[in-house]
Nanobody
């Protein structure tokens, strides 16, 4: 059974930081393209950051320079460090694993950025 379990969401003030983790089981993690997506109320789900199996990263323009994605293949874990948070970062954040036709999602974790 494939499981992607996010943790680390919550409330942050503008300018603050949060760190997400995604614990993955049931797949050969090191083979997968991993990503973080988010969905704000009334908006479509969007890609925030992605990391290939060899560690190459890419970011949405709105988070570049503020967010850092990383992975630990030994621990089957994906991370997202979010700094300089803005109110517009408020959304539900999802962990995603993709390899060929396989496409798995976590349950999502809420981030609210507000003073």
């Amino acid at each position: 059974q494939v499981q992607l379990v996010e943790s680390g969401g919550g409330l942050a003030q503008p300018g603050g930081s949060l760190r997400f983790s995604c614990a993955v089981s049931g797949i050969i993690f090191r083979l997968y393209l991993m990503g973080w997506y988010r969905q704000a109320p009334g908006k479509q789900r969007e890609l925030v950051a992605a990391i290939t199996r060899d560690g190459s990263t890419s970011y949405a323009g709105s988070v570049k320079g503020r967010f850092t994605i990383s992975r630990d293949n030994a621990k089957n874990a994906l991370y997202l460090q979010m700094n300089s948070l803005k109110p517009e970062d408020t959304a539900v954040y999802y962990c995603n694993a993709r390899y060929g036709m396989n496409d798995y999602w976590g349950q999502g974790t809420q981030v609210t950025v507000s003073s």
